[in-house]
C-alpha cells in the first residue's frame, strides 16, 4: 500500500496548528495539516486577543480586515472585588493591543491564509492512532489513510487525542480552569467597551464581556478549576451571573444569541510533556494557557511557531522536539509560573483589591498595568532584569503602519 510521506504532519489546523503550518511552509518544509473538523467551525472562546498574539498573527499575515467581528479594544474597564472602576487605556496610535474576535472567523482566516500559503489542509480528517519509528512517525486517520512523517506537531487541543495514544496524559486530568460563555446582542452605551468583573465568588476567577462588532458582545466567566466545582454549579453561577445590577447597568438588555458553552482551560505548562520522540505538542495540547488570564491563543501562536521552526533547525526529529521543547520553556515557562503565583495572590478579595488599587495610582500605572495585563511584554520580565533590552517596555502594537 502506498504511504503518503511528508516531513512534518500536523494534528490540528486551530491557531497553534496553523501558526505552525504557515511557519514551516514559508521556511521551505513539506507540510501537512489533518483535522476533523470543516472549517469554518465553532470554537467555544472568550474571543480576545492579547499583545501576544496580535503580533504573532501579524507575521502570519492575517489582517483584521479579513473578519466580519473584528473589534479593536483600547479602552479596559476593571471592577473591583469591592466594586470600584477602574478604566484602563492602551495606546492608540501605535498599532493594535488588543483585539476581539470570533473564533469560528479568525480560524476560518488562519486556514486560509496557510492554504494560500501553499500548505496542504485536509478536512474532515480524524486522528486515530500513531506509532513511533526510528526514521520518524506513521499516522492513521479514521478514514484508514495513513501518513508517514518525519515530524509530527500534536496541536489537536486539550484533549490531545495524540497525547492520549501515546500515554502522556495524566490520569483524570479534566484542565485547571471551567469557563463558560455566550453570545449576546445589548444596547447598553456601555457594552461598547471591554469589561472585566472580579467578582469575589470567582476569584481568582472573574467574568467578562468583550465586544464584537455591531451590538453583539461575548460575555462569560471563568473559575479555577477545584472540589465541589461541577456542571450543576457552573449553571448556577452562570444564571445568577447575568442577574447581577452591575452586570446589567453596562450590558442593557440583552439577547441571546444561540446557547451558552463551556469548556475547560488547560494551563500547566512546567508539568507539561511537550514532546515524546519525534512529536512535539503545542498550544491546548501543551496545556500553555496562561494560569492568571485563562488566554491562550498567543500562547498557541507562539509554540506553533516555535516548533516549526525548531524543525528547520535540526536534521533529526528528536534533536527538533528537544529544541523546541527548550525554546517553549525559555520563552513561556517563567512567565507561567510567575502568573500561577499571581493566581493564588489574586483568590483572596483583599489582596486583589489592593492589587487594582496600586495599578490605579496614576496615569503611568494604569497605562503600563493594562499593557502587562494584555501581554505587550513577558509578565516575568519586570522581576527579572536579565531579560531588559532596549525598547522593551515601549514597544508598538500590530498593524502600526498599516490602514
Known amino acids: 500500500m502506498w504511504v503518503p510521506s511528508c516531513e512534518v504532519l500536523i494534528v490540528g489546523a486551530g491557531p497553534a496548528g496553523c501558526a505552525a503550518a504557515i511557519t514551516g511552509q514559508r521556511l521551505g518544509l513539506n507540510v501537512v495539516v489533518v483535522d476533523k473538523a470543516t472549517f469554518p467551525r465553532d470554537k467555544c472562546c472568550g474571543d480576545g486577543l492579547t499583545t501576544l498574539a496580535l503580533r504573532e498573527l501579524e507575521q502570519l499575515g492575517v489582517h483584521p480586515t479579513a473578519t466580519r467581528s473584528w473589534m479593536e479594544v483600547s479602552d479596559i474597564f476593571l471592577r473591583s472585588p469591592r466594586g470600584k472602576e477602574i478604566q484602563l487605556q492602551l495606546p492608540k496610535t501605535r498599532g493594535q493591543y488588543a483585539a476581539v474576535v470570533e473564533r469560528r472567523e479568525l480560524d476560518a482566516e488562519l486556514v486560509q491564509v496557510a492554504i494560500d500559503a501553499g500548505v496542504e489542509i485536509r478536512q474532515g480528517a480524524a486522528f486515530q492512532h500513531i506509532d513511533i519509528k526510528e526514521d520518524g512517525a506513521r499516522v492513521q486517520l479514521q478514514d484508514g489513510t495513513i501518513f508517514s512523517a518525519k515530524n509530527v ?64 458582545v461575548n460575555v462569560g466567566f471563568g473559575v479555577v478549576r477545584k472540589e465541589g466545582i461541577g456542571g450543576k454549579q457552573l449553571a448556577a453561577i ?9 452586570l446589567r447597568e453596562v450590558l442593557g438588555n440583552i439577547k441571546p444569541e444561540g446557547s451558552h458553552k463551556a469548556w475547560p482551560i488547560p494551563a500547566r505548562l512546567p508539568k507539561a510533556h511537550l514532546s515524546r520522540g519525534p512529536v512535539m505538542f503545542v498550544g491546548d495540547a501543551a496545556t ?87 501581554e505587550d511584554y513577558p509578565r516575568a520580565a519586570l522581576f527579572t532584569p536579565s531579560r531588559w533590552k532596549r525598547g522593551l517596555f515601549n514597544n508598538q502594537g500590530a498593524w502600526v503602519n498599516t490602514p
Open 238 to 246: 452562570w444564571d445568577g451571573l447575568l442577574h447581577r445590577p452591575h
Open 288 to 374: 500553555a494557557t496562561d494560569p492568571m488570564t485563562g488566554e491562550g491563543i498567543g500562547q498557541a501562536l507562539e509554540s506553533g511557531r516555535l516548533a516549526a521552526q525548531a524543525v528547520t533547525e535540526e536534521s533529526q526529529a528528536h534533536l527538533a522536539a528537544r529544541r523546541y521543547e527548550t525554546s517553549v520553556r525559555v520563552a513561556l515557562q517563567l512567565d507561567h509560573r510567575l502568573a500561577g503565583s499571581l493566581s493564588k495572590v489574586l483568590a483572596k478579595p483583599g489582596l486583589a483589591e489592593t492589587a487594582l488599587r496600586v495599578a490605579n495610582v496614576n496615569d503611568w500605572s494604569r497605562r503600563n498595568f493594562a499593557r502587562w495585563m494584555f
Open 153 to 216: 506537531i500534536a496541536a489537536d487541543g486539550m484533549w490531545s487525542p495524540v497525547r492520549r495514544a501515546l500515554g502522556c496524559t495524566p490520569a483524570g486530568y479534566r484542565g485547571d480552569w471551567h469557563a463558560f460563555r455566550q453570545y449576546f446582542r445589548a444596547d447598553g452605551k456601555r457594552s461598547r467597551k471591554l469589561w472585566v468583573w472580579f467578582e469575589k465568588d470567582l476569584l481568582p476567577g472573574y467574568a467578562w464581556s468583550f465586544p464584537l462588532q455591531g451590538d453583539r
